[in-house]
């Protein structure tokens, strides 16, 4: 125990009462942020807002304590949660500066900056979190408003991907081979999601040089994994069908990152069974 963020001395019921207790103080510092940034930069920030939903329920609070932290609810950060809807990357890289040399002054004890590296399912946000007067951490974020809706109505997938996650580990033991199916069609339909509104936001100009490596390594798999889908599809096709599609696995293959000879390959392998039929 006592290994996340919140006061190690306080239970739950008492982590729970000092959340109720900061709601007000969390308000204030959002809306003292926000005026902060209007006022310093008027032309970028005028249309920006403050949302802070209310407290979480305890029983939520409980499932994801068991689930996610291993008993541990001083790991729980979103108990008091609210975030700021920004819309473009240069509103986002100011946020960024003001944050980095603020942020003894507000308060913020840890930042996660997934516009640099975006999360695994590819949602991006500025995420920070904020310990408050009476010593409660909250948590708060930067998100960019056309990604925020897509991660609001695709929750549903990411509750969905954390139900096998919490169940495996419930009965301690790996995933069977139809969970992770399951969990990677999830995962890339998140992803697949999420894709959108970072490139009609040009979300990319704020990656560093591992979020870009890693979103390389996940689009040529992807495209090594449709070239593989195309290249069985054509041996089992016939003759026209081998041909259609060990082209596209040829396309996917270069696509992936592999080289002309691998691309002819994979036509080739698709194609010619049929052919010499």
Do not use: C, W
């Not at 919140?6 to 308000?27: E, V």
């Not at 009476?134 to 954390?162: K, P, T």
């Not at 390959?265 to 039929?277: D, I, L």
């Amino acid at each position: 125990m006592g290994e996340g963020l919140q006061n190690p001395d306080l239970n739950l019921n008492q982590l729970y009462d000092q959340a109720g207790q900061a709601m007000p103080d969390f308000a204030e510092f959002g809306q003292n942020f926000l005026q902060y940034l209007q006022e310093k930069y008027p032309d970028q920030f005028a249309g920006v807002e403050f949302q802070h939903p209310e407290l979480k329920g305890l029983e939520r609070i409980q499932d994801k304590i068991t689930g996610d932290y291993d008993g541990d609810h001083t790991k729980v950060v979103d108990m008091v949660r609210g975030r700021l809807l920004v819309e473009t990357p240069e509103q986002i890289q100011i946020i960024r500066h003001e944050i980095s040399d603020l942020q003894d002054n507000l308060g913020i004890v840890k930042v996660k900056d997934f516009y640099a590296e975006p999360l695994e399912t590819h949602f991006r946000t500025l995420n920070t979190q904020v310990q408050l007067p009476n010593g409660h951490i909250a948590e708060f974020r930067i998100d960019q408003h056309d990604m925020a809706i897509a991660g609001d109505n695709s929750h549903h997938l990411y509750e969905e991907r954390q139900a096998i996650d919490r169940l495996a580990k419930a009965e301690n033991r790996s995933l069977t081979e139809s969970e992770i199916i399951r969990r990677n069609e999830l995962l890339e339909e998140q992803r697949a999601i999420f894709h959108d509104p970072a490139q009609k936001n040009n979300l990319d100009s704020l990656l560093n040089e591992n979020g870009k490596a890693m979103l390389a390594e996940h689009r040529n798999h992807r495209m090594a994994g449709m070239a593989e889908t195309f290249g069985r599809l054509g041996k089992n096709g016939g003759l026209i069908a081998g041909v259609a599609f060990g082209t596209l696995s040829g396309a996917f293959t270069l696509a992936a990152g592999g080289n002309s000879a691998q691309a002819a390959e994979a036509v080739y392998e698709a194609a010619v069974p049929y052919g010499e039929t």
